[in-house]
């Protein structure tokens, strides 16, 4: 928590005494659960009977925002840790200091890749504290890659790595409770991945945010059976990816960090392909770089999205215009569309406003989800002068939504826009007699 605590650390008295101090363990324990651990330490200078309460604590949670641990560690504490020590060493003190069972494990900070070892001592000393018990362990270095050597944790629920060059442990037979697995720069080998993903048969959700394996290229092939939530970052190390079977996948979201030209069309088969194995999504967000990426491509004939209900699609307006065809192909393949959310941003200075208006401005026929099922529209406009780009995406969905009930448009910098726009749309035409136009600002009040 980032918000100061201290009040909550004055024990609440009347005339009978100390109330607080006479709850049950188990609900002390939990109210210090909603501390960070330099306040859950500090309570020990409450009373004799505080001093050993936060060692019952199951999370250690610290972050790289953490004033220095010296600070709580106060000579009340039954042992103390040494002036001078460093931050890693002074989280090593709290944990061993631990007691009971340790389930959750998070560190961020800022590593350097020397203090590898000092980290790899951390986790082996977690794997002594909390051995198999432990349900959820988070590692984010901010700086530079750590050498992570992962230690069996056989009762984990929740795996976020974050700048981290793992090893899975020798034996590895899978964390066969794991149900989140999250990558961000990560470094493994391609045979520890698919390894990984192949032995964690609870995985419900996957994000993938970069890794890199030694060999490249790298063809992915998820078999899940009960995922539901997927979040894939395509990058160039991927030379395939494919969802192969999740039947009960939900909720997908694919992205693409960086497009150049030179990997324009790589990218659009990477992308067309795990586009085309997650059709039974029910929800699906896509980036402005998959957009342009699939515009170098055609998708199947007949191809559809059949259980689509919600679509959010991010649109540069660099790429308005010469991404209209393919936003229209988008829609024809999402027949039973219910929920749309544009995010309109990056303002060029040479955009052609008329082009687009020329574009977009038309009536269209044959889109089965504008002309049966499209009730709802959100548009948030991230670019710093969104207004005529705003009014043609607007009158689009007004002249061709037939079912519209709703469409929201946000302003996320100039709120005077919305007056402007409103003004605008007033004389539009508009095919749904139920359509409702509500202009919200930053924090989603109607304005």
Partial sequence: MNHDNSAALQPMEDEDGDRISSLPLEIIISILCCLDIRYAVRTSALARSWRHHWKLLPCLCVDRFLPELQDALTPDNCSLCPVGLGWMNKVHHVLSSLQGPVLVFKLSHYFRSYQSPKLQSLLDLLLERAGVQLQSLCLFSHLEPVFVHLPFFHSLKVLQLHACNVILPTGFSGFKRLITLDFEKVYISHDDFHFLIRTSNNLTTFRNLGFVTANLPLSVNLSC???????????????????????????????????????????????????????????????????????????????????????????????????????????????????????????????????????????????????QSLKRVTISIHACDPFMTSITVAKFFLLNAKVLKLMKVQYLYQLYGASAMSKELHGADVTSSDAIVVFLDLMGNVI
């Fill in 225 to 371: 059976p009960l995922l539901r939530h997927l979040h894939f970052e395509i990058s160039e190390s991927i030379e395939k990816v494919s969802v192969v079977s999740a039947p009960c996948l939900e909720e997908a979201h694919i992205c693409i960090k960086k497009l150049t030209g030179s990997q324009s069309e790589k990218f659009a088969s990477v992308t067309l392909g795990l586009l085309t194995s997650v059709a039974n999504v029910s929800s699906l967000k896509l980036d402005c770089h998959v957009l342009q990426s699939l515009s170098l491509v055609t998708l199947p004939f007949n191809f559809t999205f059949p259980r689509l209900r919600c679509l959010k699609l991010f649109w540069g307006i660099t790429t308005m215009d010469l991404l209209y065809d393919t936003f229209l192909r988008l829609l024809r393949s999402m027949p039973f569309l219910e929920k749309l959310h544009l995010v309109i941003g990056l303002w060029p200075t040479n955009w052609n406003r008329n082009k687009t208006r020329e574009l977009i401005g038309w009536k269209q026929e044959g889109l089965p989800c504008l002309d």
